[in-house]
């Protein structure tokens, strides 16, 4: 495959790794940058076509890639992703990255339900429930490597004016990954990390 990072061989070979809000952005780089080190990604989008033309561009360079389409906060579709990593990945899975998210940003007192009950859904309970629904592919002792990534923000560690759910939601992933790392790190060897992207208030504006 050209371009790979490491020789003779990828660091993340014969790894599996979902990677959600791959579609674009961060999460398509990410997913990249994996295939290059020789892992087979899944990427999990709620845009089926733009999930599969970026699954198609890792294919296309050497990489091993599918699109999993569906939507992060619905149970059935978190089910679905799960079964169809495993499967590509020939009954293991090794990386979960929790990258799918947006701002929906409003001072404290313009902020309605449904933004604040959408932004906690998609930046806490949606990885939560991932994160349980792979568990029996996590908590195993293999030897092999195993990782969780919790996309978080700066946000979330000082506040950000006309962000308060998502800064709420984002420190509450950093407290979700040191609990998974408190429980999975001992016994199974699983690493989990918050990674901090900086983030700036965009009034009113809901990203898409």
């Not at 906060?73 to 899975?93: H, P, R, W, Y």
Request: glycine share 10%; net charge negative; charged share 20%.
């Amino acid at each position: 495959m050209s371009a790979r990072l490491n020789f003779p061989q990828g660091m993340l070979t014969e790894q599996i790794a979902i990677i959600t809000g791959a579609a674009q952005g961060i999460g398509a780089e990410t997913a990249a940058i994996f295939a290059r080190e020789g892992c087979k990604v899944v990427i999990a989008d709620i845009d089926a076509a733009k999930a599969e033309k970026t699954a198609q561009a890792i294919n296309s360079d050497g990489g091993a890639a599918i699109a999993v389409a569906g939507d992060i906060t619905n149970n059935e579709d978190i089910s679905n992703l799960v079964q169809k990593a495993t499967e590509f990945g020939g009954g293991k899975l090794h990386i979960i990255v929790n990258n799918a998210g947006y701002a929906w940003d409003d001072p404290i007192e313009k902020i309605q339900d449904k933004q604040w009950d959408t932004i906690l859904a998609l930046h806490n309970t949606a990885p939560f429930k991932l994160i349980r629904a792979a568990a029996p592919y996590f908590m195993v002792k293999d030897g092999e490597p195993r990782s969780i990534v919790n996309v978080s923000s700066t946000s979330g560690i000082h506040g950000n004016a006309g962000q308060a759910s998502y800064a709420l939601a984002k420190a509450g992933l950093v407290g979700l990954t040191k609990t998974l790392a408190q429980e999975w790190g001992p016994e199974y060897g699983v690493r989990a990390n918050s990674m901090y992207l900086a983030t700036w208030s965009l009034s009113s504006a809901k990203a898409n």
